[in-house]
């Protein structure tokens, strides 16, 4: 389950300036550190689920919190080149943000996410 307190401290880092990649990477860290790991354990899987859950919640938090912002939309923009979340692309897509290639963007996404997930953002 993902804390609101984590979700809005980094939603105040996306503010400030702060990549979802950065943010990613910060709570992945962040995770290891609370539960002990130690280097030799770490592996390119450990926390995968569970940061792709709190980037999920973030990408979702800032799109009906912070829809039109540039700092947050440039952040979203970014990420879903990256990234296959639903709730990202969502959130940039149907937010108030002002996107550069917007159609291509609806493109790849309809292609994504086939169906009715994506009527929404044509509008």
């Known amino acids: 389950m993902v ?3 984590d979700i809005q401290r ?3 880092d996306v503010l400030l300036g702060a990549s979802m990649r950065q943010v990613a990477d910060e709570f992945r860290e962040q995770l ?3 539960f002990g790991f130690r280097a030799e354990e770490v592996t390119k899987e450990t926390f995968k689920d569970e ?3 709190f980037m999920r919640a973030l990408a979702r938090h800032l799109g009906d ?4 912002d540039a700092r947050v ?3 979203l923009e970014t990420w879903v080149r990256f990234s296959d979340h639903y709730e990202a692309w969502d959130a940039l897509l149907a ?3 002002e996107v550069e290639g917007k159609e291509a963007l609806i493109r790849r996404g309809k292609v994504l ?8 953002w044509d509008e």
């Open 51 to 53: 940061v792709a859950a």
């Open 95 to 97: 937010g108030a943000f």
């Open 32 to 34: 290891i550190e609370d």
């Open 113 to 120: 996410f086939p169906g009715p997930l994506t009527r929404h």
């Open 65 to 68: 919190r912070h829809s039109g």
């Open 10 to 12: 980094a939603a105040k």
């Open 3 to 5: 804390a609101q307190k």
């Open 73 to 75: 939309g440039e952040a």
